[in-house]
């Protein structure tokens, strides 16, 4: 296998330390701060063992096969809030409402998978009936920012011919912008209704809740004519788990610990451009 590490920056014997962990047999520089370490082995103890290391070197690594390509993979599918953003959406609408403390504590707890989805949703989009629809363009315009490397992520997925889908627990109002900004090819969230230009506090339709997610993706998927094995799917939240659970790759950005336990890659210093490191 081949194991990638990467960070902000990588000092060079820090490297060469933990490709001697997996046994490299060969160290290739990548760019400044990038480096595949050719012939690793993958042992639980190993991995345990390149995982303390990066942590305390703040390095992101990862184990993929030799010859991955980009290409391989067909469908790259995101979250939104705190993935291909910086932001929760939510809060900073509940900022205008003087409410991001409470708000943003339910939003957390809910990503730690210590609150069901549904409920979560549902008790902070209570929170924000009577405020003023002019408040979502507002947090649109002064708010959300991409997260670093994405637009160069992007770039390069569509290069290789994969298709993009953005899948949220959050409000269309931001994914269909998101979608025509960066030029996307699906996406999907929840409707907030509005009457007479103010929140009613109520969510129109089902929920994009975590099997909501999940299910998108393999219906893009079957759309393209292929399986979840050619997905590529990136979140941060427990929402995001059963979605990532069925991908032929899943990626953990600046992810909650419940998340990057599980994702086959995890991506806690670089940006979300790191990915593309992981491909020949």
């Given at each position: 296998?081949?194991?990638?590490?990467?960070?902000?920056t990588?000092?060079?014997?820090?490297?060469?330390?933990?490709?001697?962990?997996?046994?490299?047999?060969?160290?290739?520089?990548?760019?400044?701060?990038?480096?595949?370490?050719?012939?690793?082995?993958?042992?639980?103890?190993?991995?345990?063992?390149v995982?303390?290391?990066?942590?305390?070197?703040?390095l992101?690594?990862?184990?993929?096969?030799?010859g991955?390509?980009?290409?391989?993979?067909?469908?790259?599918?995101?979250?939104?809030?705190?993935?291909?953003?910086?932001?929760?959406?939510i809060?900073?609408?509940?900022?205008?409402?003087?409410?991001?403390?409470?708000?943003?504590?339910?939003?957390?707890?809910?990503?730690?998978?210590?609150?069901?989805?549904?409920?979560?949703?549902?008790?902070?989009?209570?929170?924000?009936?009577?405020?003023?629809?002019?408040?979502?363009?507002?947090?649109?315009?002064?708010?959300?920012?991409?997260?670093?490397?994405?637009?160069?992520?992007?770039?390069?997925?569509?290069?290789?011919?994969?298709?993009?889908?953005?899948?949220?627990g959050?409000?269309?109002?931001f994914?269909?912008?998101?979608?025509?900004?960066?030029?996307?090819?699906?996406?999907?969230?929840?409707?907030?209704?509005?009457?007479?230009?103010?929140?009613?506090?109520?969510?129109?339709?089902?929920?994009?809740?975590?099997?909501?997610?999940?299910?998108?993706?393999?219906?893009?998927?079957?759309?393209?004519?292929?399986?979840?094995?050619?997905?590529?799917?990136?979140?941060?939240?427990?929402?995001?788990?059963?979605m990532?659970?069925?991908?032929?790759?899943?990626?953990?950005?600046?992810?909650?610990?419940?998340?990057?336990?599980?994702?086959?890659?995890?991506?806690?210093f670089?940006?979300?451009?790191?990915v593309?490191?992981?491909?020949?």
């Amino acid at each position: 296998m081949n194991l990638i590490l990467q960070g902000l920056t990588a000092e060079r014997l820090t490297i060469a330390r933990i490709a001697k962990l997996a046994g490299a047999t060969g160290i290739v520089p990548l760019n400044a701060s990038a480096f595949r370490c050719e012939g690793a082995t993958l042992t639980t103890d190993i991995k345990a063992a390149v995982d303390a290391a990066c942590l305390e070197a703040q390095l992101d690594y990862a184990f993929v096969n030799a010859g991955l390509q980009l290409s391989d993979f067909k469908l790259l599918a995101m979250d939104m809030d705190s993935t291909l953003i910086t932001i929760e959406c939510i809060d900073e609408i509940a900022d205008m409402q003087g409410l991001k403390p409470q708000v943003s504590a339910i939003t957390e707890a809910a990503m730690r998978g210590e609150l069901e989805f549904n409920e979560s949703l549902t008790r902070r989009v209570a929170l924000l009936a009577g405020l003023d629809a002019s408040a979502l363009q507002r947090v649109f315009d002064e708010r959300l920012q991409l997260s670093p490397g994405a637009e160069n992520m992007l770039a390069a997925v569509k290069a290789a011919g994969l298709k993009t889908l953005l899948v949220s627990g959050g409000f269309t109002f931001f994914t269909e912008r998101i979608r025509q900004q960066l030029g996307l090819d699906y996406a999907h969230a929840n409707d907030l209704e509005i009457v007479d230009g103010k929140l009613t506090g109520r969510v129109v339709g089902g929920i994009v809740n975590a099997e909501e997610k999940k299910l998108t993706v393999a219906r893009i998927c079957a759309e393209l004519g292929t399986t979840t094995a050619a997905a590529i799917v990136m979140g941060d939240g427990a929402n995001d788990l059963q979605m990532m659970g069925i991908a032929g790759m899943s990626v953990a950005f600046r992810a909650k610990p419940v998340v990057r336990a599980q994702a086959h890659v995890a991506l806690n210093f670089v940006g979300l451009d790191g990915v593309l490191n992981l491909f020949g």
